[in-house]
């Protein structure tokens, strides 16, 4: 008896203490990569920064409830497929976009302003989403003032904090952004052990019913990223980067949703599923950007020799 009531408290402080303090300090670290530029870069770059927020805002959460309806899901997994999708890029896929040789200032750009639209967007259309598969009598309710006010403190305070930092002591900043980047997907591989362990009596039940689906949504939206972008024009660089805006969720921010403001561990399964999906596919998408990136590169240098002796 002594050991459950011992790891409940263990779960207890996880959720509520652990969880949303190392969220802070991963929207703070992304925030110090911030500058005001950034937000003005949509009008200077329209194009490309439109169809990312396109895509990521708009397109995403179509795919998204489009999947949630159609697959055999549980409500609380289809829940969790709307948490995921409802909660865009985040300091994983901009790691990634870097990774890729992408163009991160414009996967900073959309991070930054997508953590500013979901902070109004996710409780209407999360409240939409409990009704719908929940049920409109169902006991998960969200107060949708409420949530906003706990995702300005989560997301927009910490996010502030972190430009503030950036703009008076941009040394520190600096020296930080790698750390951060790492911290953010060490702890969110912890965030998945950690629900592995909690859910260990249904974690191959919940593989088995939400893995086809991470794996579809994931394939489908990195598709849409980048053939939008393509057929619309953008570089290699833009393309890359909108992939991965749009791929890679920001499952930890949906992971607190379901464990701090939902209070329920099935609805957490989804983020954590599609974790696993989208660090293989991202892995894939470094080695194939990449190689995209020096070949471009290759190709560049040869033709600059060629122009330069034939002069």
């Known amino acids: 008896m002594d050991v459950v009531m011992e790891n ?22 992304m925030g110090m990569t911030l500058i005001t530029n950034d937000f003005k870069r949509v009008l200077k770059y329209p194009k490309a920064v439109s169809i990312g927020l396109l895509n990521q805002l708009i397109l995403l959460p179509i795919i998204g409830f489009a999947l949630a309806n159609i697959m055999p899901l549980r409500p609380e997994y289809a829940v ?5 999708v409802l909660c865009p890029g985040g300091t994983t896929s901009n790691l990634f976009t870097f990774l890729a040789k992408g163009d991160v200032a414009l996967s900073v750009t959309m991070t930054a302003i997508a953590s500013v639209v ?14 719908h598969f929940m049920g409109a009598g169902s006991e998960f309710q969200l107060p949708i003032i409420k949530t906003m006010i706990s995702l300005f403190v989560i997301t927009i305070l910490p996010i502030s904090i972190g430009m503030l930092i950036k703009r008076f002591a941009p040394r520190v900043a600096d020296s930080s952004q790698v750390i951060v980047s790492r911290f953010g997907v060490t702890f969110l591989t912890f965030l ?4 592995s362990y909690v859910q260990r ?3 191959v039940e919940a593989l088995i019913a939400t893995g086809p689906v991470s794996l579809l949504l994931n394939l489908s939206t990195m598709a849409l990223g980048y053939y939008s972008s393509k057929w619309l024009g953008l570089n290699l660089a833009q393309r890359t980067s909108i992939t991965m805006e749009v791929g890679l969720q920001n499952s930890t921010l949906s992971i607190f949703m379901a464990l701090t403001l939902l209070s329920n561990y099935d609805m957490s399964m989804t983020p954590a599923i599609y974790t696993l999906v989208m660090f293989l596919t991202a892995g894939i998408l470094v080695r194939i950007f990449s190689a995209k990136y020096n070949k471009m590169k290759k190709t560049e240098i040869e033709k600059g020799v060629l122009a330069a002796r034939m002069l």
């Open 192 to 195: 998945v052990v950690f629900l």
């Open 118 to 131: 979901t902070v109004f967007s996710i409780p209407v259309v999360l409240s939409f989403s409990l009704i």
């Open 80 to 84: 969790g497929v709307m948490l995921l």
């Open 8 to 29: 409940l408290e263990i779960v207890t402080l996880v959720n509520s203490v652990v969880i949303p303090l190392c969220l802070f300090l991963i929207m703070m670290g």
């Open 201 to 203: 009596d249904i974690i």
